[in-house]
């Protein structure tokens, strides 16, 4: 990211969600006011394709780490494999990898367990959402996921091979798609300017609209309340819009929408 400051001379740079140090791909990266709005694209899915390898457990189930048990692949049947993989399609409580950023106690699991500490992170529910096996090379097995927001793919790879019964661990990992911004529309971390940047309304076009009047957007970029839509249906966070311009997004509250995060300028 501090590429990306530089270039941009901006350091209010975040993300959707950081990538394993071993893993490449899509990093999506918010800029200035719009890293406001980046709580609204939290629950994005993520698609990556990758490799599972049989047989090799390691503490950090991947390919980074010490290895703690060997077994043998060779039984497993393409009927057994197929079962297994079809079996995690769908939601399961997941356990994060020792090494990850999880916080037990108030401090991050890999800090605990590069102390030395025995780590057992709680589990959590998660949704694999497609789950294909695009070459099974055993004891290589070549996958492609879209996954939950919080899944960790290493934890899926260590669970299937915990499923079959010989282990697994994770030897590659490529982010190709966060919710509906893809790899193949990517730049380069030193091919970003002003110009490449893609308009922040990305992010909530999920919202329903409100387009504002010209008194309205004075209200609105002062944080005041406007009128809410007599027809809206729900209670959800509403986009408000001047034209094509993103100004804020709004809170319904009784008959009133309350801008909560403002994005435009004054």
Wanted: hydrophobic content about 45%.
């Amino acid at each position: 990211m501090d590429i990306v400051r530089r270039a941009l001379g901006e350091q209010r740079v975040g993300h959707l969600g950081t990538l394993d140090p071993f893993a490449k791909g899509l990093l999506v990266l918010v800029v200035g006011r719009a890293t406001r709005l980046a709580p609204f694209a939290a629950e994005w899915p993520k698609t990556y394709d990758g490799v599972i390898r049989l047989g090799i457990t390691t503490d950090t189930d991947d390919l980074t780490g010490a290895v703690l048990a060997t077994a043998s692949w060779t039984s497993i049947t393409p009927a057994q494999l197929a079962d297994v993989i079809g079996s995690f399609r769908g939601a399961y409580e997941q356990r994060p990898p020792a090494y990850s950023a999880v916080k037990i106690d108030g401090e991050r699991a890999y800090r605990r367990a590069r102390r030395g500490e025995v780590v057992t992170p709680e589990p959590r529910p998660v949704e694999i959402r497609e789950l294909e096996i695009v070459e099974a090379a055993v004891p290589d097995l070549r996958f492609r996921a879209t996954v939950s927001a919080g899944t960790y793919v290493r934890s899926l790879a260590r669970d299937i091979g915990a499923k079959l019964g010989c282990g697994a661990h994770l030897t590659a990992l490529r982010r190709t798609a966060v919710g509906p911004l893809l790899l193949a529309d990517a730049l380069a971390p030193e091919a970003v300017t002003r110009a490449a940047l893609q308009d922040a309304a990305v992010l909530i076009a999920h919202m329903p609209r409100r387009q504002v009047d010209r008194k309205e957007r004075d209200a609105v970029l002062h944080g005041r309340p406007i009128q809410r839509p007599a027809v809206a249906e729900s209670r959800a966070p509403i986009a408000l819009f001047e034209g094509a311009e993103l100004l804020a997004v709004a809170e319904q509250v009784g008959d009133l929408l309350k801008p909560r995060v403002v994005v435009a300028e004054g």
